[in-house]
């Protein structure tokens, strides 16, 4: 299977511990996005990257979220001293930006890591 | 980007066409309309976008009004499967520039496709 792929696909943890979810996206895109979704609503953009550049992060990125793309391939999202608040799906998207000009960018989601805080 | 508004829910027949509206009256010259679906429990999955001129694919069709004020996405034989929640986004698309990464989704249209 050569789409975005996320690990883990469920996470249960309690409340105050630290938690770390990664991203492997399709091998020849250079961006590569981070959603949350909680239960009923659409997904909410968190932060992407182009590369190892992270280009652009939400204000819904509290500074107890931090996400890095270190070699421009894969991705990690952090979340320390979880929240009840935090629980929700967390989606991982890449795309495909031609440099020089513009692109529909088109993005391929994950299955998402759902995240459970007790 | 421009908001957009779409019915909560929608029921379909198998095998009849499945038309989803969606209203986006603030919509710019240099905003393009999006289609992605969710279905239960996996990420969302693009199916169409367009400017300003019908679309169409071996998913859906897309037509925008002349105004571009609103828009229809048609599944033409809709099947169980097409059961999903459908987003309508619109959001600008150019060369370079931050703003044009990100997609912001609404809470979509809830389509269910019955026997």
């Known amino acids: 299977d050569t789409g975005v792929s996320q690990d883990p696909r469920h996470k249960i943890t309690k409340r105050g511990q630290n938690v770390t979810f990664r991203c492997d996206p399709i091998?020849?895109?250079?961006?590569l996005y981070w959603y949350r979704q909680t239960l009923g609503q659409g997904p909410e953009f968190l932060t992407y990257f182009q590369n190892e550049a992270q280009l652009e992060k939400s204000r819904l990125l509290s500074d107890r979220f931090s996400a890095e793309r270190p070699k421009g391939s894969f991705s990690t999202l952090e979340i320390q001293r979880t929240e009840q608040g935090d629980s929700a799906m967390y989606l991982c998207?890449?795309?495909?930006?031609?440099?020089?000009?513009?692109?529909?960018?088109?993005?391929?989601f994950g299955p998402g890591t759902r995240l459970t805080v007790l | 980007d421009a908001k957009t508004t779409q019915p909560p829910s929608m029921d379909c027949a198998e095998g009849r066409a499945a038309n989803l509206p969606c209203n986006h009256s603030t919509i710019s010259g240099n905003e393009y309309v999006y289609w992605y679906r969710q279905i239960h429990s996996q990420g969302p999955q693009y199916i169409i976008h367009g400017l300003k001129n019908n679309e169409t694919n071996e998913m859906a069709s897309l037509i925008i009004t002349e105004d571009r004020k609103s828009s229809t996405l048609i599944l033409p034989h809709a099947t169980l499967r097409d059961t999903a929640v459908y987003y309508c986004i619109v959001r600008v698309v150019g060369a370079g520039g931050t703003s044009y990464g990100k997609l912001t989704f609404g809470q979509g249209t809830i389509l269910t496709v019955h026997p």
């Open positions: 091998s020849e895109h250079n961006r």
């Open positions: 998207a890449s795309s495909l930006r031609l440099a020089g000009a513009g692109s529909y960018n088109e993005q391929f």
